[in-house]
């Protein structure tokens, strides 16, 4: 949860900014003693808790500990670590710090995420004795995941290495250069003993080697977290309300300002409208503009079909609507996040289902050594390309904070997040002054009727392997069944729409490019299209893949090439065998067989209509086809 | 501590910074060589207060329960913090509450809480639910005293959800009220029994919330967990959201927090008006909860409370 501008007011009329911290570090390098000495300095202890606590103390037969005083839970006590977030509020000079306790525990990793999501500023705390370890390194990395920019490091416990100032030089050298590296610069390096209470409100002449600034002193330059007023309009859409006449989309502004009039553009879909009115209650409508971080609800000037999940942004100025994006990711899950591995993806108010497709760089933060390309383990940090199952609007970290992050969620509960560093992955751009124009049905009416999800099932095989006889009983069965096949057969568009092209390579690759494309808009709206064509590259197909993204679905028609050359149903072999067909593809021995197919079919050593179940097998087992029992399982 | 004095308003900066500058340069160069006209100058967005900003994020909140959870209700105990969150719900959703208000009934609160309740159920036209808690008879035997009082409202919770199957619960509990409450997600899954593990939390952050509990459980939603004690008077004061005339004070005495009558004290107050009750908080570091007896039994009783599905 991030609470944007901050300005709480004091009695006198000042406004004080409000500044939210979170304290991080290795357990047991004296977080908890920090704040316990920083909420007795800046007086701001309730009363009687610290007799209190003492008291406690004194029951068990313990000494008091600093630590106590967050340790409100029994069971915390108990085991001596801190278990969770806590949220405690004290003053500084000119600032009102909210303070977030972040614990050190490693199995704990996923709620010093959650306190440290919300801040705006952090305290990196060392053991000046143990020096930087693991968990020092991991909660920097973190920091810079979560886009916490202000650092200031406390060296604690200095009164156990005699207030050395080697020593404090050593640890500060080696932390400032962990953090530059990430991008973080830290804002102080400060010695301090938290116990004893040096360096945290005051400097004491065990520090007079030191000149820079105190905790308090450091905690009272931070700056909030202000609302991204000058970047680009991103409202992304909670939902859409008609509690009464009016038909209200409703949401968040995360940057930007909005105003009635404007002109507005709705993601991924590209459809443009007016803001007619701005709603409010009890008073409507508002006039004037709204900037980032109101929450807001607008009308529209025409009927368009607007639902959750949708960006809102300034015609000119839109994020991009994407199916695929690389993204730098925390993993919190026990299990690892592997390659392949189907996913729920939360950016903004859009969920959709998606692909793990690429690995790469992943490590854990804590070592920053083997480094490795196949999963993500817990705790661990690494960059995934995604490909989503429908489009979403998406800006990169680096356009929009707010809309370049995402969060991963496996069995419904969050289990990692980060930030977008690419949309699309290095696929074309699409030209800001072409505006597509959607189709009036939506996918899922489409596919609700034929009973299957657009898909490009692609024929690649050698001449004469029976491409097109397949792909025909294919798109005659699908059809019978109801659904909505259509035929793009190589030959048939080189007649017409590739009639332009010869069979060079840059030829044949843009003749794979255009039937992609084609095959590709056909799914996009529901149907599912049959692409027969000898596609002998591994390149070209690889291109068609990235196209058609998930709906792509390839299957190698490998028969033998004898076999091939005794059908010769177009007479082309016996051509180019006479030297009369030059570039024939079966012959130059130029086909490069794809390596991992959805399915490979050798119709030498099957009847047509085996071939064609297999198919139909392959598209339900992948999502294409609708199975009944599949249905009713997932309404339960 | 966020003490909204009469003349903040004043400090209230009303003109963004502009800091891309883009609103400026909007106005034409024979335009700009003379004062900017007052309308020009108003298409600038006013920019954001403290209360704003809590406001907004609470809206954000609602809205999200409302759109991620199939049956949400807002447990209305009738206090300053859930009148607060009725009224921000009509905020989200535009002079609407589109579910539920479930008042569980110990039948032990004041009467000016329950002629409150039969006021403001009709005036605001909440869909409001009356359900009633056990007998104290039937309430674990071996807490203390005011502690099992109060567990009550736990069973009675308990009934309620088991006879409507909310699955979500909208509740009005601050971070800065207690400190096993600061352990709060905004969205926080309770199991079947309606317990709270406080130590298997998922995470959440960048206000993506996880909604979907597992089957027979339920969550419970937090529209204000992010708002400190004086937030909820100031907001009251600005939004003139009507309030119960116990927490002004009488006879050098009011009460800070309204629970049942045989459980809450109250605390000795001049503050007779919402501005006195701020200028008394800025202060004070007497603990809001101090008047209520069941804190301070043992030193975990509100941690077992919380474990057992009280809030």
């Known amino acids: 949860m991030l609470v944007p501008t901050s300005i709480s007011a004091t009695p006198n009329g000042t406004t004080r900014p409000q500044v939210r911290i979170v304290i991080v570090g290795h357990v047991d390098h004296g977080k908890s003693t920090l704040v316990g000495r920083l ?103 973190l920091l810079h995941l979560l886009g916490v920019k202000q650092v200031a490091v406390v060296v604690n416990k200095m009164d156990r290495v005699d207030f050395s100032a080697d020593r404090f030089n050593e640890i500060s050298d080696e932390i400032s250069a962990h953090l530059t590296d990430l991008g973080v610069t830290p804002t102080a390096v400060i010695p301090i003993s938290a116990r004893d209470g040096d360096g945290v409100a005051e400097r004491t002449p065990r520090t007079r080697w030191y000149q820079g600034p105190t905790v308090v002193e450091a905690l009272d330059a931070l700056e909030p977290a202000r609302p991204l007023e000058a970047l680009a309009l991103r409202l992304p859409v909670q939902a859409i309300y008609k509690f009464d006449d009016r038909r209200i989309v409703a949401g968040r502004i995360e940057s930007g300002h909005l105003a ?5 553009v709705i993601m991924p879909a590209g459809k443009i409208a007016k803001i007619k009115t701005v709603e409010s209650w009890p008073l409507t409508p508002v006039q004037g503009k709204q900037g980032a971080g109101r929450s807001v609800g607008i009308t529209l000037d025409r009927e368009l079909f607007v639902e959750r999940g949708d960006v809102i942004s300034h015609t000119g100025a839109s994020p991009r609507d994407t199916r695929r994006l690389r993204a730098r990711i925390f993993w919190l899950h026990d299990k690892p996040l592997a390659n392949g591995e189907q996913i729920l993806v939360r950016l903004g108010t859009r969920e959709s289902r998606a692909t793990v497709v690429r690995i790469e760089k992943a490590v ?165 299209a049959i692409v027969a064509a000898v596609s002998p590259s591994r390149e070209d197909r690889a291109a068609a893949r990235r196209i058609a993204d998930t709906a792509f679905r390839e299957v190698y028609v490998a028969t033998p090439a004898e076999v091939c050359e005794s059908r010769d149903p177009k007479g082309h072999y016996a051509k180019a065998r006479a030297g009369a067909l030059k570039a024939f593809t079966g012959i130059g021995n130029d086909y490069q067989p794809p390596a991992s197919s959805e399915l490979t079919i050798d119709t030498s050593a099957r009847s047509v209509s085996d071939a064609a179940d297999e198919i139909e097998r392959m598209l339900a087992k992948t999502g294409i086809l609708f199975d009944e029992l599949v249905d009713l399982a997932a309404n339960i | 501590m966020h003490l909204l004095a009469p003349e903040t ?123 009633p808690c056990p007998p104290l008879e039937t309430i674990d035997p071996t807490l203390p005293p005011a502690a099992r009082s109060a567990a009550r409202k736990t069973e009675g919770l308990k009934l309620a959800l088991a006879k409507y ?100 004290n109250p605390v000795v107050s001049n503050a007779a008006s919402i501005e006195e009750i701020l200028i008394e908080l800025d202060g004070t570091k007497v603990p809001e909860r101090s008047g209520r007896a069941l804190d301070h039994e043992t030193e975990d009783a509100f941690e077992r409370l919380r474990v057992a599905g009280y809030l």
């Open chain 1, 364 to 528: 854990d933060p804590g070592e920053l050594s083997s480094i490795e390309n196949e999963s993500i383990a817990k705790n661990h940090v690494g960059e995934i390309d995604i490909s989503l199952a429908q489009p979403i609007a998406a800006d990169s970290y680096s356009d929009n904070p707010r809309t370049g992050r995402l969060v991963i969620e496996v069995a419904g509960r969050i289990a990692g997040g980060g930030l977008v560093l690419s949309v699309d992955a290095g696929q074309r751009a699409v030209p800001i002054d072409i505006v597509p124009a959607e189709s009036a049905l939506r996918p899922d009416e489409r596919s609700a009727r034929y009973r299957h999800n657009g898909a490009v099932v692609w024929l690649t095989g050698l001449p004469g392997s029976g491409k097109s006889t397949l792909a025909r009983a294919l798109e005659r069965r699908l059809f019978g069944n109801g659904g909505s096949p259509i035929l793009l057969d190589g030959d048939t568009l080189r007649a017409g729409l590739n009639g332009d092209l010869g069979f060079s390579a840059a030829d044949r690759t843009e003749n794979i490019r255009r039937l992609a494309e084609v095959a590709t808009h056909l799914a996009r709206n529901g149907h599912i």
């Open chain 1, 260 to 264: 009635a009039g404007d002109e507005i």
């Open chain 2, 165 to 264: 199957g909310f699955d979500g619960l909208v509740a009005g509990i601050r971070r800065d009220e207690e400190a096993t409450r600061a352990k709060e997600r905004v969205f926080s899954p309770r199991g079947t029994e309606g317990g709270w593990d406080v130590r298997d939390q998922p995470p959440e952050f960048w206000d993506q919330f996880n909604a979907s509990p597992p089957p027979g459980a339920h969550l419970r939603i937090h529209p204000i967990l992010h708002w400190t004690e004086a937030d909820i008077w100031a907001y009251t004061k600005r939004e003139n959201i009507p309030i119960i005339p116990l927490y002004l004070a009488n006879g050098g005495k009011r009460y800070r927090s309204l629970g049942d009558r045989d459980i809450t």
């Open chain 2, 9 to 131: 308003s004043k400090d209230r900066s009303f003109w963004t910074e502009a800091p891309d500058g883009a609103a400026v340069h909007k106005f034409s160069p024979d335009q700009s060589s003379t004062q900017p006209s007052p309308t020009a100058l108003l298409a600038l967005a006013p920019s954001m207060d403290h209360l704003d900003a809590l406001e907004a994020q609470s809206i954000y909140i609602f809205r999200e329960a409302f759109a991620r959870l199939k049956k949400l209700a807002l447990l209305w105990s009738l206090g300053k913090d859930s009148n607060v969150m009725i009224w921000l719900a009509r905020k989200a959703f535009f002079g609407h509450m589109p579910f539920p208000a479930l008042h569980v009934d110990t039948g032990k609160k004041f009467p000016e809480m329950y002629a409150f309740r039969d006021r403001y159920g009709k005036e605001w036209q909440l869909d409001l639910r009356i359900e």
């Open chain 1, 39 to 141: 909420l007795h300095e800046t007086g701001s202890l309730p009363e009687g808790k610290l007799e209190m606590l003492k008291a406690v103390s004194a029951r068990r037969g313990m000494p008091f500990e600093w630590s106590f005083l967050l340790d409100a839970l029994q069971t915390e006590r108990d085991q001596g670590i801190t278990i969770d977030t806590t949220q405690i509020r004290f003053r500084t000079g000119s600032r009102d710090i909210v303070l977030i306790d972040a614990p050190g525990h490693a199995e704990f990793l996923r709620n010093m995420i959650t306190g440290a999501s919300q801040a705006d500023g952090a305290v990196l705390i060392i053991d000046a004795l143990e020096g930087v370890r693991d968990q020092t390194r991991r909660h920097g990395y």
